[in-house]
T-cell receptor, first 115, second 108 residues
Framework: KAGVTQTPRYLIKTRGQQVTLSCSPI?????VSWYQQTPGQGLQFLFEYFSETQRNKGNFPGRFSGRQFSNSRSEMNVSTLELGDSALYLC??????????????FGPGTRLTVL | KNEVEQSPQNLTAQEGEFITINCSYS?????LHWLQQHPGGGIVSLFM???GKKKHGRLIATINIQEKHSSLHITASHPRDSAVYICAVMEYGNKLVFGAGTILRVKS
């Protein structure tokens, strides 16, 4: 089976722009989670989607949003980008319906740089 | 105080040594994850625990729910084990919180 894929792998944007990142889970996986990793804050949980519904959400402002499609592919969007949004954005999928209490399979990440 | 504390922050070991990384948390949890991150960013899930002990190859993870503590052990360490090891807990209320990570370097 192919692993979790994320596109694009690298992205450079300027402040005020918006960005959309894509994640394709492992075939058959219905739960997709998103994470932000920065040198200062480490790994932080953004949100989790299951069957096209947001099931869990971390403590991020409303500029961070996501969605999941019927084929389980997920996108996250960040609007009005700030310098502090520069980070590695990771998505992960899991096999069962237990989501975050199940083994997470991580994608390679999208490295976003905001100038 | 962080909700998830890992120790040590940095660890250097000689090849073949037995390694222990600790994770303590302060609230009730439904699950605990141990993750491994290599340079370049790729993250691999090593274990997901809700009780007891799990073993995979040279890696062993244990959790003590009463003491709110988990340990990750690496036996017969090897330079390829060099990575950042991250503990994450799933708190009741569905909040996933990560530790800051332990940077492990195994020298040959």
């Amino acid at each position: 089976k192919a692993g979790v894929t994320q596109t694009p792998r690298y992205l450079i944007k300027t402040r005020g722009q918006q960005v959309t990142l894509s994640c394709s889970p492992i075939s058959g996986h219905r739960s997709v989670s998103w994470y932000q990793q920065t040198p200062g804050q480490g790994l932080q949980f953004l949100f989790e989607y299951f069957s096209e519904t947001q099931r869990n959400k971390g403590n991020f402002p409303g500029r961070f949003s996501g969605r999941q499609f019927s084929n389980s592919r997920s996108e996250m969007n960040v609007s009005t980008l700030e310098l502090g949004d520069s980070a590695l954005y990771l998505c992960a999928s899991s096999c069962t319906g237990y989501g975050l209490t199940d083994t997470q399979y991580f994608g390679p990440g999208t490295r976003l740089t905001v100038l | 105080k962080n909700e998830v504390e890992q120790s040590p922050q940095n660890l250097t070991a000689q090849e073949g040594e037995f390694i222990t990384i600790n994770c303590s948390y302060s609230v009730g949890i439904s699950a605990l994850h141990w993750l491994q991150q290599h340079p370049g960013g790729g993250i691999v899930s090593l274990f997901m625990l809700s009780s007891g002990k799990k073993k995979h190859g040279r890696l062993i993870a244990t959790i003590n729910i009463q003491e709110k503590h988990s340990s990750l052990h690496i036996t017969a360490s090897h330079p390829r084990d060099s990575a950042v090891y991250i503990c994450a807990v799933m708190e009741y209320g569905n909040k996933l919180v990560f530790g800051a990570g332990t940077i492990l370097r195994v020298k040959s």
